[in-house]
């Protein structure tokens, strides 16, 4: 039985600007049977009420709360380890806006900076690379928002957060800590508290074998492949994680959904 969906967005419920046919149809079929959902982002461009009014454009009524992204995740890991710490996030402004929400200090002075944060930032540059570089030479802790490689687009992909992490460890030889983001536990248990659903009764559905499947089998969700994203049939031949079942697209998850209650 399965009486709560968290739901992948980019490659799963659409493609940068254009929403995937049958997304909205389908969320509002299983809204209407019951169940629940909670939208699940890596992606730490935009903030969730911004992500909450994208949805609600394309038909799929959405409140801020029914959102959860990894920038509001390590926001709230942060601020629950360290209270008030001096950041530098290697970002864009709804990343640095949710850490001043959760009431963490940025700086960009490396000899103060504690955490330096990693994350998809489309104006990544060699000022930003020197100032995580000293900070994290002289001690500050290196963490990251996601680890995903690529962002799934209408047509094509985007260099991610991935791209960020690994210059940093190029250079420094140091390692990130943690990434909170999928397929991390810690977003994992967020989402469940917003969900409400008992975890047994609760399915991931989303479009990368890496994250959002490795993600629910490794805390015991249903996990649901879509392939409208950045897996193809192909790729699940020479992958070691195998989602519980796969779809063609979003549409179908409501005769999935039948199925499995």
Do not use: W
Not at 85 to 105: D, F, K, T
Not at 123 to 150: C, E, M, S, W
Not at 172 to 201: F, M
């Amino acid at each position: 039985m399965v009486n709560g969906y968290l739901l992948d967005l980019d490659g799963t419920i659409y493609l940068g600007k254009r929403l995937i046919t049958g997304a909205a149809e389908a969320v509002e079929t299983l809204r209407a049977r019951g169940r629940r959902i909670v939208f699940l982002t890596n992606k730490p461009l935009y903030s969730r009420q911004e992500y909450a009014k994208k949805l609600t454009t394309f038909g799929i009524s959405t409140k801020e709360d029914d959102v959860i992204s990894s920038s509001y995740v390590l926001a709230r890991y942060l601020a629950d380890r360290a209270p008030g710490a001096r950041v530098y996030a290697i970002g864009e402004p709804p990343l640095l806006a949710e850490l001043e929400q959760a009431r963490l200090s940025l700086c960009d002075d490396p000899e103060r900076i504690e955490y330096v944060i990693a994350a998809f930032d489309r104006t990544f540059d060699y000022r930003k690379l020197n100032i995580g570089f000293q900070a994290i030479r002289r001690g500050a802790h290196f963490v990251a928002t996601n680890p995903d490689r690529t962002c799934p687009v209408d047509g094509g992909e985007l260099p991610d957060a991935a791209g960020v992490i690994a210059a940093l460890e190029a250079t420094t030889g140091k390692q990130v800590e943690i990434a909170v983001g999928k397929p991390s536990p810690y977003i994992v248990s967020v989402a469940l508290d917003r969900l409400g659903v008992p975890r047994e009764q609760c399915a991931v559905v989303g479009d990368r074998l890496e994250t959002d499947i490795r993600m629910a089998k490794a805390a015991g969700l249903t996990a649901i492949l879509t392939l409208t994203g950045i897996t193809s049939r192909a790729d699940l031949v020479s992958s070691n994680i195998e989602p519980d079942y796969v779809i063609e697209n979003i549409a179908a998850l409501t005769d999935l959904d039948e199925r499995l209650n």
